[in-house]
Every structure is written in structure tokens, then in C-alpha cells.
């Protein structure tokens, strides 16, 4: 972690730099309020997003804009699942048929998980230049998701093929169907959070199985930041780099569509890497931003 650390803040430094000597090279600011406006493009701990840029005064900038999410796994890691008792179940099968299982439970199976960010928003914002002829800036304003269920981040885990076949033969030898409604079955691998089973789905693949666990915030957000460059530059392009925090009201965690109570409680069944995460979102509901933003005045 402190390697982590040192890299990202060595990082930060080279990116104000290159901020700054871009900024200094610019001639000096001629903004005239509703005269310009620009469009940018940025990447950032957020994702990607778009925006658009119009002076109201010659410190103070309103920016529109749309962000979204890539749905690349930031990191992978496993989660294991506890299938002792499908285990006894099939031996004493077994032995009352006389009849062996092709495939046979063990007594945990392990499912790879991914966490990727699912963040959808749009986004108002004012920057305000304390400095005269600076590029020095306070940001704030507000993101907003018009989907109520729009996921801050997401979790989605796969079992193997082989370990969702040994469950496909137990359950068609055990005459488990499915005749009412999807995964309505009686035999299925679960994660236990709290006492309470969310089971293991096959319905995105027929070869795997799957589960998904979705954190979702509040649709209003808030967002304070600061950063360096400007957001209608006096030239034809600008680069801005900026540091900040989304603040949100509330957060659910949803297993498997089905909503926990408690995100501390849920924290229990991951490993360490996840635990971290969950913790850390429910004792601070703010979120960092590092967002790197290249920008192209139009007028």
C-alpha cells in the first residue's frame, strides 16, 4: 500500500507540472463573459465524460457535461462459497441409489469476482478563479443519474464451467426442475451473508454461474474539487488536471436484486481486498476524484 501510495503521489506531481508549464505558456487571459466556450474530453478515477464550458465572468466558468463508466474490472479477486452441505446430500444419494455421481462437490468451491465502477451521471458545475490572470481554481456543483438503480459500483462473480456442470447433474439426478420461474430451484451454490443465502444464478451464461452484487448511491451527488488550468483556454487547446471528492446522501447494497440491510454485515462473506472497500464505504460516503481533462476552445 505505501508503494501504491508513493507512486500515485510522484504521479500527481508530474501531472500539475505538466499542468503548469502548459498553463504558463498561454498568453494572458482576454475571456469576455458569453463570448467563448469550449468542449472538453477527460479521463479520471470516475471514467470518461464530456463537457461543455461558457464564461459568466472573468472568474467564474459554468460547465455541463456527462460522465460514464468503463466496465473494465478495476481488479479481480475470489470469493469462496461453503457447499459441505450439498456435499452430504449427494453422498447419502449416492449411497441410498447405489449409484455414483459423475462429478462430485468438494467442500467449498471458489468463484472469480470483478469490481468495476458503474458510475452513469450528468453533471453541472461552477469553477471559480480566485486569482486574477490565474489558473488556479475551486470547483462545485452536482452530479446527477436519472436511473434510480444506477450502480456506483458493481461486483460480478463467475463459478467455473466444471464446478456449474457438477450442479447441473445433481440437480437433474435429484429431479430439481425449474417449472414456476427462473432459478426456482431447491439445491443451489449460495453466499451467506448475515444468515441469510443469495444464491448462485445461471441467468447471463448457461455454462457458468453467476452473481452480482450492485452498491448503489443516491441520484443527487455532490462534488467539491480543485484544480489548475483553464476551462475556456486562451489558446486553441488547454489541459486541466483536478483533484476532488463526490459527497453522496445515502447508499444501498443490493445482492443479487435483493436489498441488505447492513453494508458492514455484508462485508463479512468477501476477503480482505473487498472487506476494505465495503468499510470504507460505509463510514465515509465520499468518493476521490483525480481527473485529467483536455480542452478545446470553439470560440
Known amino acids: 500500500m505505501s508503494y501504491f501510495c508513493t507512486v500515485m503521489k510522484k504521479t500527481i506531481l508530474a501531472l500539475f507540472a505538466v499542468c503548469i ?3 504558463c505558456a498561454n498568453a494572458q487571459d482576454n475571456m469576455v ?8 474530453a477527460e479521463v479520471g478515477l470516475h471514467g470518461l465524460g464530456v463537457e461543455v464550458a461558457m464564461p459568466i465572468h472573468n472568474r467564474v466558468v459554468l460547465k ?3 460522465n460514464w463508466a468503463s466496465k473494465r474490472d478495476l481488479f479481480n479477486t475470489d470469493v469462496t462459497l461453503d457447499t459441505r452441505e450439498l456435499h452430504r446430500i449427494q453422498n447419502e444419494e449416492a449411497e441410498k441409489s447405489g449409484h455414483p455421481f459423475d462429478r462430485e462437490f468438494g467442500d467449498e468451491i471458489v468463484m472469480n469476482t470483478g469490481l468495476c465502477l458503474g458510475m452513469n451521471n ?27 438503480k444506477d450502480s456506483f459500483i458493481m461486483l460480478s462473480g463467475y463459478t467455473t464451467e466444471e464446478d456449474w456442470e457438477t450442479l447441473i447433474e445433481f440437480r437433474t439426478r435429484m429431479h430439481d426442475t425449474d417449472p414456476y420461474k427462473e432459478n426456482n430451484f431447491t439445491y443451489n451454490y449460495a453466499l451467506v451473508i448475515d444468515g441469510e443465502e443469495y444464491a448462485v444464478e445461471g441467468r447471463n451464461t448457461k455454462s457458468r454461474g453467476y452473481f452480482e452484487g450492485d452498491f448503489v448511491t443516491s441520484q443527487l451527488k455532490y462534488y467539491l474539487g480543485m484544480g489548475l488550468g483553464r476551462c475556456v483556454p486562451n489558446k486553441r487547446v488547454g489541459l486541466q488536471l483536478e483533484v476532488g471528492a463526490m459527497i453522496y ?10 436489498e441488505l440491510e447492513s453494508i458492514r454485515e455484508a462485508s463479512i462473506a468477501f476477503d480482505d481486498d473487498i472487506k476494505e472497500i465495503f468499510e470504507y464505504l460505509d463510514n465515509y460516503p465520499v468518493y476521490p476524484q483525480l481527473t485529467m481533462r483536455i480542452s478545446f476552445r470553439m470560440l
Open 122 to 148: 450528468f453533471k453541472a458545475m461552477v469553477n471559480w478563479y480566485p486569482f486574477s490572470l490565474g489558473r488556479f481554481y475551486l470547483s462545485g456543483g452536482i452530479y446527477y443519474s436519472f436511473n434510480e
Open 33 to 40: 463573459p458569453f463570448r467563448h466556450f469550449s468542449i472538453g
Open 64 to 66: 455541463t457535461g456527462f
Open 21 to 23: 508549464a502548459f498553463c
Open 249 to 258: 446522501n445515502s447508499a444501498t447494497l443490493y445482492c443479487q436484486d435483493k
